[in-house]
């Protein structure tokens, strides 16, 4: 109720929920080039658009939470312009209109919203950055998190032949990541995927199909279980749990969901029908760290193990990646990978480092990193600031 105090548990630890009001916001709209060009069964990528999205609270602090989708709907239907549509016109509104004691009070509040959920998640997690700062606690911690440090892979693109493909894993297993994620596609699997085996045998290798193939090709998916892979995420439709339990019940390699969990209930139902063995959780498909954790929690239940995968975030969606899997659940190797990975410079300082592995979790309230406001301002094409007493102000 309006004007109410009153105590919640977050992370292990007691402290006061007191009522939150957002009295701005900030869209910057961002394009970043990537240092390479990333090869998916979608197509390539050699730039980056997106927002990061800036909340200030009543007493001043500001959180920034990024929104993952791209330019074109490839991944699923949302883009970059339906995220500034939907945030404009529906979510920005509803955020400053009214308080809130919790961030986990957001999906409730958008619930007539449908779907959407890039745009839900960039908003939520600036949400829950502030929120983690007014109470002094890193956003790990204030997520229940446990571990100081996580251990990541790398997600590598589809390559023009298994020579450069040997060469890029070979770069990756020097830096020390701990898994190979290899895209792969009809002509551009099982004869790629075995030399990399042939020539790694003993490094944690699974294959990600991006939904690129169907139940015709059950004999080619078959062959994958030649080559000890730690799953094959995704094989088939973007939308399909059903096809997803009649192939897993024909391969042994364990089937990984991604594209077709978007929510606690979806996850549900494709554990219940035998759809996955393990399921992939990324904050921006299923709708904001709320609706993460709820997944998290529910495969803790019932064995299911869980990792976090990337969507080619800048540094402010690699933070909040890294929050997340410092929950007990996610015990496989995730796709964080260091900043550098990916762009000549980040937006966050410290960029995020990858040594042997690993990540160490920041200790520092909120997501544990600076935004560098001048390289944030290079890269920014467009900004757009809301308020309680405003309307938006373009520039």
Same mark, same amino acid.
Request: aromatic content about 8%; overall charge negative; charged content about 30%.
């Given at each position: 109720?309006?004007?109410?105090?009153?105590?919640?548990?977050?992370?292990?630890?007691?402290?006061?929920?007191?009522?939150?009001?957002?009295?701005?916001?900030?869209?910057?709209?961002? =394009?970043?080039?990537?240092?390479?060009?990333?090869?998916?069964?979608?197509?390539?990528?050699?730039?980056?658009?997106?927002?990061?999205?800036?909340?200030?609270?009543?007493?001043?602090?500001?959180?920034?939470?990024?929104?993952?989708?791209?330019?074109?709907?490839?991944?699923?239907?949302?883009?970059?312009?339906?995220?500034?549509?939907?945030?404009?016109?529906?979510?920005?509104?509803?955020?400053?209109?009214?308080?809130?004691?919790?961030?986990?009070?957001? @999906?409730?509040?958008?619930?007539?919203?449908?779907?959407?959920?890039?745009?839900?998640?960039?908003?939520?997690? *600036?949400?829950?950055?502030?929120?983690?700062?007014?109470?002094?606690?890193?956003?790990?911690?204030?997520?229940?998190?446990?571990?100081?440090?996580?251990?990541?892979?790398?997600?590598?693109?589809?390559?023009?032949?298994? %020579?450069?493909?040997?060469?890029?894993?070979?770069?990756?297993?020097?830096?020390?990541?701990?898994?190979?994620?290899?895209?792969?596609?009809?002509?551009?699997?099982?004869?790629?995927?075995?030399?990399?085996?042939?020539?790694?045998?003993?490094?944690?290798?699974?294959?990600?199909?991006?939904?690129?193939?169907?139940?015709?090709?059950?004999?080619?998916?078959?062959?994958?279980?030649?080559?000890?892979?730690?799953?094959?995420?995704?094989?088939?439709?973007?939308?399909?749990?059903?096809?997803?339990?009649?192939?897993?019940?024909?391969?042994?390699?364990?089937?990984?969901?991604?594209? @077709?969990?978007?929510?606690?209930?979806?996850?549900?139902?494709?554990?219940?029908?035998?759809?996955?063995?393990?399921?992939?959780?990324?904050?921006?498909?299923?709708?904001?760290?709320?609706?993460?954790?709820?997944?998290?929690?529910?495969?803790?239940?019932?064995?299911?193990? =869980?990792?976090?995968?990337?969507?080619?975030?800048?540094?402010?969606?690699?933070?909040?990646?890294?929050?997340?899997?410092?929950?007990?659940?996610?015990?496989?190797?995730?796709?964080?990978? *260091?900043?550098?990975?990916?762009?000549?410079?980040?937006?966050?300082?410290?960029?995020?480092?990858? %040594?042997?592995?690993?990540? %160490?979790?920041?200790?520092?309230?909120?997501?544990?990193?600076?935004?560098?406001?001048?390289?944030?301002? %290079?890269?920014?094409? *467009?900004?757009?600031?809301?308020?309680?007493? @405003?309307?938006?102000?373009?520039?």
């Amino acid at each position: 109720m309006p004007g109410d105090d009153r105590g919640c548990f977050e992370g292990g630890g007691k402290m006061t929920k007191q009522r939150m009001a957002i009295r701005e916001v900030t869209l910057h709209r961002l =394009v970043m080039k990537l240092i390479d060009p990333f090869t998916t069964s979608f197509g390539t990528f050699r730039e980056r658009e997106f927002f990061v999205v800036e909340v200030e609270d009543d007493l001043g602090n500001l959180g920034f939470g990024e929104t993952v989708a791209f330019s074109a709907p490839w991944y699923n239907e949302e883009t970059v312009e339906t995220n500034k549509h939907i945030l404009e016109t529906f979510l920005i509104p509803s955020l400053v209109e009214a308080p809130i004691y919790h961030p986990d009070e957001l @999906s409730g509040r958008w619930e007539t919203i449908r779907r959407n959920n890039m745009a839900k998640a960039g908003l939520e997690g *600036a949400v829950w950055d502030v929120f983690a700062k007014r109470n002094q606690l890193p956003l790990s911690k204030m997520l229940g998190g446990v571990s100081s440090e996580i251990d990541v892979g790398i997600s590598i693109g589809i390559q023009s032949t298994a %020579k450069d493909l040997l060469q890029v894993v070979d770069m990756y297993v020097r830096e020390g990541y701990k898994r190979m994620k290899i895209k792969i596609k009809p002509g551009a699997d099982y004869d790629m995927l075995k030399e990399v085996r042939r020539e790694f045998p003993t490094i944690l290798l699974m294959a990600d199909a991006n939904s690129a193939y169907t139940l015709k090709d059950l004999e080619a998916l078959k062959k994958l279980d030649e080559l000890d892979l730690m799953m094959i995420e995704q094989p088939l439709s973007h939308d399909d749990i059903i096809d997803h339990a009649t192939l897993q019940r024909e391969i042994n390699t364990p089937i990984c969901l991604d594209e @077709s969990i978007h929510t606690l209930e979806d996850a549900r139902k494709a554990v219940e029908l035998g759809a996955c063995k393990i399921i992939n959780i990324k904050i921006g498909r299923v709708g904001g760290i709320t609706e993460s954790k709820r997944i998290h929690d529910y495969c803790q239940e019932n064995g299911v193990p =869980v990792w976090c995968g990337g969507m080619l975030e800048s540094g402010i969606g690699r933070a909040h990646n890294i929050a997340l899997t410092t929950l007990p659940q996610f015990v496989m190797p995730g796709d964080t990978a *260091a900043s550098a990975r990916y762009w000549e410079n980040d937006i966050i300082a410290p960029e995020v480092e990858v %040594k042997n592995g690993v990540i %160490k979790v920041p200790d520092r309230p909120g997501i544990g990193y600076d935004i560098d406001r001048e390289t944030l301002e %290079k890269y920014r094409i *467009a900004k757009h600031v809301f308020s309680q007493k @405003s309307n938006a102000v373009g520039s």
